[in-house]
């Protein structure tokens, strides 16, 4: 079926400016990028998004990361796109992640991780509204 997933370019990949070679991986796996913008999150910001992290050991490392820089958020589009845009990112920790995947070829560690992806349909609707209205979305 065709789904739309929340996708987020992090901070470690916009600082190196690499918003262009990981949205060519996408477009590449037939992923169409219909809503996408660079913002700055607040602590708190990506606190309430990561909210389901929040006892994880690694939440105030995790929060404070993605707010250290600007972020890239977009709504990706296409066949499984859910399933297909966790298959172009590779693993969440870039050494066991598959050669010529996002992380593989960019990331720099299990937190600084170049990209985020919504892992299930329920999610992908929760993160897509946290960021974008419907007349965003533009398919
Ligand atoms: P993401 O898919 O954005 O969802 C939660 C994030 O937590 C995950 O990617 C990782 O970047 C991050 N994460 C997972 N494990 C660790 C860890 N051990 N240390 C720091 N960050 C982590």
Redesign the pocket.
């Known amino acids: 079926a065709i789904e739309r997933t929340l996708s987020?370019i992090?901070p470690d990949a916009t600082k190196r400016n690499l918003t262009g070679k990981i949205n060519a991986k996408f477009e590449d796996a037939g992923l169409r990028i219909v809503a996408q913008k660079r913002i700055h999150l607040t602590k708190d910001q990506a606190g309430v998004f990561?909210a389901v992290?929040k006892e994880?050991?690694?939440f105030d490392?995790?929060t404070s990361?993605m707010a250290s820089e600007p972020v890239v958020v977009q709504v990706l589009e296409g066949e499984n796109a859910i399933a297909k845009n966790r298959e172009v990112m590779g693993a969440?920790?870039p050494a066991e992640a598959a050669a010529g995947t996002i992380r593989a070829e960019f990331a720099e560690?299990?937190?600084?991780?170049s990209?985020?992806?919504s892992?299930a349909p329920e999610t992908a609707a929760v993160e897509i509204a946290y960021f974008f209205s419907g007349l965003e979305l533009v398919g």
Do not use: A, Q, W
Not at 109 to 113: F, K, L, Q, R
């Open positions: 987020i992090k990561y992290h994880r050991p690694f490392e995790l990361f969440t920790n560690s299990v937190g600084e991780n990209v985020h992806g892992d």
